[in-house]
């Protein structure tokens, strides 16, 4: 089954057809089957008077990418115009609970297809999210950085805020992974100059790059795979 995205374009999820309602499309596809954006907002349930739910979802999905889940409060929630306590407090609930039983574990992660599946939900992103995905010596799975969110190019990637966390986690190897929110998953020339100057870092700090996978909600492009690994 392939991850389906929906751009919600209703304030409240009581006014949307009811078979595009996320509830609705999780009794039917499953939870894995639904964005990012839809999750939240079946946890939101509606928006208010100012703001729609998926306004409300959008913020909080920039702030999960840009801090990490595990450094956000429930005071940093209620600084989301639109949300309130109550709310707030359930979003915190959730992310708490998803770090409790969710934990990287023993995950093995031994080609792109398994990486892949680790980062697919990032596909329906309207912008480029660098991903560093992180692996101990037997490449088991010890966590998912986000290190940029925008175009991925040489000006805006460097080498010191890549590898800052994989350091910190002691990870071995690491593969990079980014969106194409236009589904074409050709490498640019950025891209690939990009995968150069980090894969040159990470040979002198001892973490290997195996892989820099291009990916959008349908499917991915592994530079390894297609050789272009120079």
Not at 24 to 38: K, T
Not at 112 to 125: I, K, N
Not at 158 to 181: D, Q
Not at 204 to 215: A, K, Q, T
Request: with cysteine.
């Amino acid at each position: 089954m392939k991850y389906s995205y929906k751009n919600i374009d209703f304030r409240s999820i009581k006014e949307m057809p009811s078979d595009s309602r996320p509830r609705e499309r999780l009794q039917q596809v499953g939870s894995a089957g639904l964005s990012d954006l839809e999750l939240l907002c079946i946890i939101l349930r509606s928006g208010n008077s100012l703001r729609p739910v998926q306004d409300i979802a959008e913020d909080i999905l920039d702030m999960i990418c840009s801090r990490g889940a595990k450094n956000i409060t429930e005071s940093d929630l209620r600084k989301v115009p639109g949300l309130g306590p109550a709310k707030a407090a359930g979003v915190c609930a959730c992310l708490e609970l998803g770090r409790r039983f969710t934990a990287a574990g023993n995950r093995s992660l031994k080609d792109p297809a398994a990486v892949f599946s680790e980062v697919r939900h990032f596909g329906s992103r309207k912008q480029e999210h660098l991903i560093v995905v992180m692996l101990n010596g037997a490449h088991e799975l010890i966590g998912l950085n986000v290190v940029t969110i925008g175009l991925v190019n040489r000006t805006l990637v460097h080498p010191r805020e890549v590898f800052a966390e994989p350091l910190k986690e002691r990870a071995t190897a690491i593969v990079l992974a980014h969106n194409h929110p236009s589904g074409n998953l050709e490498p640019s020339s950025d891209d690939l100059e990009v995968t150069h100057r980090i894969r040159k870092a990470g040979m002198l700090l001892g973490i290997e790059v195996l892989d820099h996978i291009i990916f959008s909600s349908d499917g991915y492009r592994s530079m390894m795979e297609s050789g272009e690994f120079i």
